[in-house]
């Protein structure tokens, strides 16, 4: 098993930035495909990024294209995701996730990863 741990969520202006980190534990980080997907009040859970074992791969959800980035360092076992250009529609609960792969492929539904983080709020005032 791998046990994720997120921080850096918090509360931001309109136009902000925020890093979140996802600390691994417990087993090789980079046999993991990782992600981030948020819930906000009221809505359904969504699919924000995705990166690949290696961190050669990554995906965005449209609403976040442009503005955020996926990343990871594997000799820290430690994934992120920048947030700039924060809006208030940003405003969730993230969760980091991993999935156990043999492959360099992303991944972009819940269902495919088998490990989450407690999650982190973000909060972005207007």
């Known amino acids: 098993q791998v046990q994720l741990v997120e921080s850096g969520g918090g509360l931001v202006q309109a136009g902000g930035s925020l890093r979140l980190s996802c600390a691994a534990s417990?087993?090789?980080?980079?046999?993991?495909?990782m992600g981030w997907f948020r819930q906000a009040p009221g809505k359904e859970r969504e699919f924000v990024a995705a990166?690949?074992?290696?961190?050669?791969?990554?995906d965005y959800a449209d609403s976040v294209k442009g503005r955020f980035t996926i990343s990871r360092d594997n000799t820290k076992n430690t994934g992120y995701l920048q947030m700039n250009s924060l809006k208030s529609e940003d405003t969730a609960v993230y969760y980091c996730?991993?999935?156990?792969?043999?492959?360099?492929?992303?991944?972009?539904?819940?269902?495919?990863?088998?490990?989450w983080g407690q999650g982190t709020q973000v909060t972005v005032s207007s």
């Open positions: 996730v991993a999935a156990l792969t043999f492959s360099g492929s992303v991944y972009y539904q819940a269902t495919d990863y088998e490990y």
């Open positions: 417990g087993r090789t980080f980079s046999n993991y495909a």
């Open positions: 990166i690949s074992r290696s961190g050669h791969y990554a």
